[in-house]
T-cell receptor, first 118, second 111 residues
């Protein structure tokens, strides 16, 4: 099956610093990538949807200036958490889907990145 | 507004038993219903999925039952094993649009 990787798998940073998380589709070209946030024992919350070469579409309540998303190629999307604060500590998960993979383009999820802001 | 309601939130089943997780949806525009399995510290993985023109789909020990008129669908795990212990999410999607997840069910299979 399709493989999506994330890097790093975990990161600890100081409050006020910025952190970049990478999401890569390893064996397919992802026209659309999604970024989710998951708090402990909760469901996944969609933060934004990005199409290659276009600006990301953010969900209501997600600060676009704080969570910068770049989808510069068909295999790479990045999420940068700017000026991170302890409340940004969470599990960030990306997923990717490929155009043309049938009418029900499946989303393939990455393994997630655990962010801890001190 | 919770568009996909999932129950129960936690479930304990003995090894060899049947695990049943139920979901209900409101938006009749949904046309694809996947189930995801998530282990602690990992991303969700697609387990099985169904389209509304099918009433049941079976893959190994996992079966989805779908009731379009009632707008309900469920996951049955037959012969549950300790290795099935994970959190399960039902979901729904409109073609090529974002996935809407249920709240999740934490399944524990005890020996």
């Amino acid at each position: 099956g399709a493989v999506v990787s994330q890097h790093p798998s975990w990161v600890i940073c100081k409050s006020g610093t910025s952190v970049k998380i990478e999401c890569r589709s390893l064996d397919f070209q992802a026209t659309t990538m999604f970024w989710y946030r998951q708090f402990p024992k909760q469901s996944l919350m969609l933060m934004a949807t990005s199409n290659e070469g276009s600006k990301a579409t953010y969900e209501q309540g997600v600060e676009k200036d704080k969570f910068l998303i770049n989808h510069a190629s068909l295999t790479l999307s990045t999420l940068t958490v700017t000026s991170a604060h302890p409340e940004d500590s969470s599990f960030y998960i990306c997923s990717a889907s490929a155009q043309g993979a049938g009418a029900y383009n499946e989303q393939f999820f990455g393994p997630g990145t655990r962010l801890t802001v001190l | 507004q919770q568009q996909v309601k999932q129950s129960p939130q936690s479930l304990i089943v003995q090894k060899g038993g049947i695990s049943i997780i139920n979901c209900a949806y409101e938006n009749t525009a949904f046309d694809y219903f996947p189930w995801y399995q998530q282990f602690p510290g990992k991303g969700p993985a697609l387990l099985i999925a169904i389209r509304p023109d099918v009433s049941e789909k079976k893959e190994g020990r996992f079966t989805i039952s779908f009731n379009k008129s009632a707008k309900q669908f469920s996951l049955h795990i037959m012969d549950s094993q300790p290795g099935d212990s994970a959190t399960y999410f039902c979901a729904a999607r409109i073609r090529n649009q974002k996935v809407t997840f249920g709240i999740g069910t934490k399944l524990q299979v005890i020996p």
